[in-house]
Nanobody, 127 residues
Framework: QVTLVESGGGFVQPGTSLRLSCVAS????????MAWFRQTPGKEREFVAA????????AYGDSVKGRFTISRDRVNRAVHLQMNNLKPEDTAVYSC????????????????????WGQGSQVTVSS
């Protein structure tokens, strides 16, 4: 049973930065995808970013491209989401997701392909 533990959420002002982390435990496979999604009340879950290995390919949602960066820590089985130039519309609960084995790149944005989810971390961007 894979467990995902997120950290790093909080309350920040527009234009600032925040870094989210997700550590995966009980992971034995070397072929998987880890992703970040976000959701606000009354809206569908939105794809934010994903990274897969082997290979290390990355994918980003259109609304965060150029501002957010996903990175991986192979030793600690973790992924990080560096969020820069945050905007009020980035306010959401951010959740980490995991699936194994790795699947085709084009499906990484589909939340139904992920079998495991973290508990979610609130990010609030407001002045």
């Amino acid at each position: 049973q894979v467990t995902l533990v997120e950290s790093g959420g909080g309350f920040v002002q527009p234009g600032t930065s925040l870094r989210l982390s997700c550590v995966a435990s009980e992971v034995s496979s070397n072929s998987y995808v880890m992703a970040w999604f976000r959701q606000t009340p009354g809206k569908e879950r939105e794809f934010v970013a994903a990274v897969g290995w082997p290979g290390g390919s990355e994918a980003y949602g259109d609304s965060v491209k150029g501002r957010f960066t996903i990175s991986r820590d192979r030793v600690n089985r973790a992924v990080h989401l560096q969020m820069n130039n945050l905007k009020p519309e980035d306010t959401a609960v951010y959740s980490c997701a995991y699936r194994s084995p790795r699947i085709i790149f084009g499906r990484w944005r589909d939340d139904s392909v992920y079998a495991y989810w973290g508990q979610g971390s609130q990010v609030t961007v407001s002045s």
